[in-house]
């Protein structure tokens, strides 16, 4: 198309017909809205020119997409096709036809053998044209569906509008703030690290594979020479997100780590009305240690496309991050009834309109002799009427309209499966992996070692885990070399090498970015948080991208993980609202998310299990709750008891010990059944000790540990607290937010008719030192709270 370029004619039309379907399905979104049938009008108007790095890329590149890359969206859809036909799939791949007549003619043009006119992107005359390929009008019917909420839409169901499709690699994301780019960063961090794990022969993709889905080898769902591609807007660069992302992608590449990811820009100098400053974006994204930079007129499809293709071969040869920062406009405001003439001028508008991308293709089509400009304009047209019948169809079609069809693919839980998973785990460590497990502990089994502490239980459980899932790895803050802060995860790297157990830099939105990407690319990923406090400037990642991912693709994608978090308080000599953080409110407020906390260690070993399972069987995101305090807590009721240790069951026993996800475990003191203790975490062990001075006094009492806060064991919470008529909730969390809400008010909606009390912590951060016992809940209250509830 142009002396030096690599674009040919057939690209070029490619190009051309997918910015035409995404300029018309922007056109689409607004007359939908118009007559209140359309609820999404965020476009791709002036970011056409994204179509040319889709051409650049295969289609087994997985990508995650800025909300302006529907031209890439639709070029993928195309190109795919052609894949899937034969034809190519990119510019390293073979010729990319979207329809075979169309690249013949145009194949014939540029040899000459037209005649006159051009060759026609329609047809032989433009009274007749052809309309777009059945691969863009099927990718223009799964957009608009989206656009009208309908629950025929194969991606998301109607839930929301997204690009994505697990047929075309791309993973669905709802990002408006470049959230999505920590997880594009583990996405390519597990390709490569996969890559190199593998032998040829397994490392071959098996076509029953698909991305996200649980297996017993450590394959990808995606070629090893793939590359992730991940697009975001110009205002992005300044979040918090995109700024863990690039600096760990550079810190693993000044490490030596390949991380073959290449970022793209599509920089229209607004964030919604506010400016990007001239130049910050490019000299932002310039001065990224570890990233190479990549620039290109996004509004030029020649230039556009050449120097993705640069871009991506460079990344797909070295394996190391690069972006491409693309230079685009925005047309038609940033969405709905934005009025752009509140905040730019005419003068600046009309600049815009200039650089029409969709226009700069048709240019540089009718320049080349391929066209003439009114086979431009009738395929315009065509393909304006193909899409606007598309948009009347799918205004009737169905919406969702019950609560059971919307929550169904949050978060599956199959417990049958899950135990049958856990069941076959014990056969394989007892039967024939038996002398694998005994290599692993160096023949020094847990089971034989005596009663343990939480943390001895749990590091033998992350062990038998690893032992048992070869995709499974542990990683974050000081787990690999010091073995963790507390020693949880000590001699793990020495047994099982340092690709599976591995220190990260400190940043948390990146950990559970590796965690994010490392779970879409086939891995059971296991990163440690280390302190709760810690999680909460990276909370997003769990909330707007883990558990979302299955929400919005019906299971298609999935992220499986167990994010290991030491918190909650009553650590001595090491405290402050830092270290000894009891805010939870935050995990169990997003729907989907597995909440487990282990009070005891034979508690903890059956439920690390239980979420490792349901994270290999279910994609379950599971946050694993680890109280601080009783890491190394030895004694029950007096110094020396030992009471509180407990012996480590080996794999015969580990279908009976089974732990399903929501149940409770219940305690018996006294020869009475007075009064219901309910709690969970340091209140179990408090609650007990309580109920022990309580028994003296000749009062019985039931002390339920809930084990699981999301979701809270309600059939055993309504049960135990009918049974005696009397509950005391026992919260260490704050009052207000804290989880003894979630138990009143799972007894109110059951309809109890007994007395209630609640004992929480008071609404403060936990101060230093003495202090903290001033406002956390102590063994006095419990007993004088359960007093008080019997005198009533």
Excluded at 247 to 257: E, F, I, K, Q, V
Excluded at 402 to 416: S, T
Excluded at 522 to 534: D, H, S, T, W
Excluded at 686 to 695: D, G, I, Q, T
């Amino acid at each position: 198309m142009r002396d030096g370029g690599t674009l040919d004619g057939v690209r070029a039309q490619a190009l051309f017909d997918a910015q035409l379907v995404s300029r018309h399905l922007d056109l689409a979104a607004r007359w939908l809205r118009s007559f209140g049938e359309g609820y999404y009008t965020i476009g791709s108007s002036g970011h056409e020119g994204n179509a040319a790095v889709a051409l650049a890329v295969r289609p087994t590149d997985p990508a995650l997409l800025h909300y302006r890359s529907g031209g890439f969206y639709c070029a993928r859809a195309s190109q795919a096709a052609a894949a899937r036909d034969g034809a190519g799939s990119g510019p390293d791949g073979g010729r990319l036809v979207h329809q075979v007549g169309i690249a013949e003619r145009v194949a014939q043009a540029m040899r000459g053998q037209e005649s006159s006119g051009g060759a026609g992107l329609a047809g032989s005359d433009t009274d007749d044209p052809e309309g777009p390929s059945d691969a863009l009008l099927s990718a223009a019917r799964d957009v608009l569906r989206g656009v009208v909420a309908s629950a025929d839409e194969p991606v998301a169901g109607g839930r929301h509008k997204v690009f994505g499709n697990s047929a075309l690699s791309i993973v669905p994301t709802t990002s408006t703030i470049a959230s999505h780019l920590p997880r594009a960063v583990g996405l390519g961090f597990a390709i490569e690290r996969q890559r190199r794990r593998v032998d040829a022969r397994t490392s071959a993709r098996r076509p029953a594979a698909g991305p996200g889905r649980a297996r017993t080898d450590a394959e990808s769902p995606w070629p090893a020479d793939a590359i992730v591609l991940c697009s975001f807007g110009d205002a992005s660069v300044n979040h918090a997100t995109a700024v863990a992302a690039f600096n760990t992608a550079g810190w693993c590449d000044h490490s030596g780590l390949r991380i073959p990811v290449l970022f793209v820009c599509e920089d229209n100098g607004l964030g919604i009305s506010v400016r990007s400053p001239e130049g910050w974006v490019a000299n932002t994204l310039r001065a990224k240690p570890g990233i190479r930079y990549f620039a290109a007129d996004g509004c030029d499809p020649v230039e556009a496309y050449d120097v993705a293709v640069e871009a991506a071969a460079w990344v797909r040869r070295h394996r190391r991050p690069a972006v491409l920062h693309l230079s685009t406009v925005r047309l038609m405001g940033h969405a709905g009834a934005d009025a752009e003439v509140a905040y730019r001028t005419a003068a600046e508008i009309a600049r815009d309109l200039e650089r029409d991308p969709v226009v700069a293709t048709a240019r540089v089509l009718v320049e080349a002799g391929l066209v003439t400009p009114e086979e431009v304009i009738a395929r315009y047209d065509e393909i304006g009427w193909q899409i606007r019948k598309v948009a009347e169809e799918v205004i009737g079609e169905p919406k969702l309209d019950n609560a059971a069809d919307i929550v169904a693919p949050l978060a599956p839980r199959r417990p049958v499966r899950v135990a049958r998973a856990i069941t076959e785990a014990a056969n394989r460590a007892a039967g024939p992996g038996a002398a694998a497990r005994a290599a692993a502990f160096d023949g020094k089994l847990p089971e034989n070692a005596g009663p343990l502490t939480l943390a001895q239980t749990i590091n033998a459980a992350l062990a038998d885990g690893l032992i048992e899932y070869p995709q499974m790895t542990v990683f974050g803050e000081d787990v690999a070399a010091k073995g963790g802060v507390y020693g949880v995860t000590k001699g793990l790297r020495e047994r099982f090498g340092a690709s599976r157990v591995f220190d990260t830099l400190l940043d948390e939105t990146s950990i559970l970015g590796l965690g994010l990407g490392a779970g879409l690319g086939g891995m059971l990923p296991v990163p440690e948080i280390q302190y709760l406090a810690y999680l909460h400037n990276a909370e997003d990642q769990l909330r707007g991208e883990a558990a979302t991912m299955q929400f919005f693709s019906r299971g298609a994608y999935r992220n499986p993980m167990v994010v290991r978090i030491a918190g909650l308080a009553y650590q001595e000599g090491f405290g402050g609202h830092f270290h000894n953080d009891n805010s939870l409110a935050v995990l169990r407020d997003i729907p989907g998310l597995v909440l487990a906390v282990p009070a005891r260690a034979d508690d903890a070993a059956p439920m690390l299990r239980t979420c490792l399972a349901s994270a290999a069987v279910d994609g379950s995101v599971c946050v694993f709750l680890e109280p601080i305090a009783l890491y190394h807590t030895r004694d029950l009721y007096v110094e020396g008891d030992g009471e509180w240790l407990a012996p480590y069951v080996g794999p015969g026993g580990w279908s009976a010990s089974h732990v399903p996800i929501g149940r409770a475990r219940v305690y018996g003191v006294g020869s009475a059944e007075d009064i219901t203790i309910i709690t969970f975490g340091n209140g179990v062990r408090m609650s007990l000790r309580a109920a022990a001075r309580l028994a003296e006094e000749e009062i019985g009492t039931r002390v339920v540990d809930l084990r699981w806060l999301a979701p809270l064991p309600v059939a055993d919470i309504i049960r135990e607290a009918s049974a005696t008529g009397r509950v005391l909730v026992v919260d260490e969390t704050r009052r207000s937010g804290g989880v003894g809400e979630g138990v009143v008010a799972a007894l109110v909606d059951a309809g109890f008719v007994g007395s209630a009390r609640r004992i929480a912590a008071i609404d403060t951060f936990i101060p230093l030192g003495p202090a903290a016992q001033r406002v956390l809940v102590s063994e006095e209250a419990i007993t004088q709270g359960a007093r008080t509830l019997l005198a009533r």
